[in-house]
């Protein structure tokens, strides 16, 4: 998916805010799984005054080892898929949910660069999951262009889109 989107400091502000209000409204908390953004779903969310309310926990695992005690994924899926895949995001997000006391949570895993690509993952390359406690998940994979910064702000950008979204 190669769409436009708004990455700005004030967009990512107003996405957070409208997504804090919805949860607020709704009495719903959020988990955040996050790999190639090391938090930065969690930091937009929790610059937010009072947003304890409504965020349950963030937990940023970059490791193998991290993803499996902390988030369930399976040594198995890491193994036969890799930590930038749909399986891998879709295992993230459900464990974070099985491990934190919220309502929904949100999983990303990719490629940020400026190495780490291959020619089927290349940098760019994010898989963003999103699930809601007893529905299924779901999962989509991007391909951002730009540099690093570039390549995580637009994952913040449309995880937080699609937690919108599920609320």
Known sequence: MNAFIDVSDTSL???AHRLGD????????????????????????????GSSAWFDCG????????????????????????AVSKETALEMVSGALITSGASLAVAVTGIAGPGGGLPD??????????KRRGQYPS?????????????RRQTVAVALQGLIKLT
């Not at 709704?26 to 938090?39: I, R, V």
């Not at 937990?59 to 890799?82: D, I």
């Not at 993952?121 to 999103?130: E, M």
């Not at 999962?139 to 390549?151: P, S």
């Open 139 to 151: 999962a989509d994979v991007f391909h951002f262009d730009g540099d690093r910064e570039a390549v």
């Open 22 to 49: 919805r949860l607020m409204e709704q009495h719903l908390t959020l988990c955040t799984a996050e790999s190639c953004t090391g938090g930065w779903i969690a930091k937009v969310l929790t610059d937010i005054p």
């Open 59 to 82: 937990m940023a695992a970059y490791s193998y080892e991290a993803k499996q005690a902390l988030l369930r994924v399976r040594p198995e899926t890491l193994m036969e898929h890799g």
């Open 13 to 15: 502000q107003q996405a």
């Open 121 to 130: 993952k290349p940098v760019g390359t994010v898989w963003i999951a999103w």
